[in-house]
């Protein structure tokens, strides 16, 4: 279902189409989600995205996809390199990002 051709055509007319910053999902048989900031490379057979450490307490921070590179620590990121015939949903959800207040020591 998911090719070479979506990651490098209709993914970027999706989130363009939902404001350009929206939170993207990609989400595998395996049931684990990685959460896309940018496509990096499309190969034959695989896509190599770069995605942001989704710390369970932190994810309510919704980190979209397209960010600045000011706006996110190198730290926060990872590369990841995702079969096309793992992935079972690429998911492109427009919310706004909302910051907000974190009682306790991760509050920013």
């Known amino acids: 279902m998911f090719d070479a051709d979506y990651f490098r055509t209709t993914l970027a007319r999706d989130v363009n189409a939902m404001g350009g910053s929206p939170l993207v999902e990609i989400h595998l048989d395996s049931g ?26 932190l994810a309510h921070d919704r980190p979209v996809f397209g960010a600045a590179s000011d706006d996110v620590r ?21 919310s706004q990002h909302v910051m907000r207040a974190r009682p306790g020591f991760a509050s920013a």
Do not use: C, M, N, W
């Not at 079969?83 to 949903?89: D, G, K, L, P």
């Open 32 to 57: 684990q989600v990685f959460r896309a900031r940018s496509v990096i490379e499309v190969g034959a057979g695989s896509v190599t995205l770069e995605a942001y450490h989704a710390k369970g307490d």
């Open 74 to 94: 190198k730290a926060e990121l990872f590369r990841v390199v995702v079969a096309y015939e793992s992935i079972a949903a690429v998911v492109v959800d427009p």
